[in-house]
């Protein structure tokens, strides 16, 4: 069974850190700023500001359950 390793990998050398040792390494939070994710300002301001510092999971807006920012 193929390893995927996801979850609070910022960094390049992170990543490096998991090469060889899982098939591959996933990136969600940390792309968003880049300019071509298209990512809404407000959005962007959101994940700087320290007030938002926990996720919670809704199923508010497609009736599946999603891990949203809080």
């Known amino acids: 069974m193929p390893i995927v390793v996801t979850g ?37 301001a959101a994940l700087r500001d320290e007030r938002f510092t926990d996720t919670v999971v809704p199923r508010a807006f497609s009736g599946r359950w999603a891990r949203n920012h809080a």
């Open 8 to 44: 609070g990998i910022t960094t390049p050398a992170e990543v490096r850190g998991w090469i060889g040792r899982a098939e591959a390494v996933q990136l969600g939070t940390a792309v968003l700023e880049a300019d071509e994710a298209g990512t809404h300002s407000l959005y962007r």
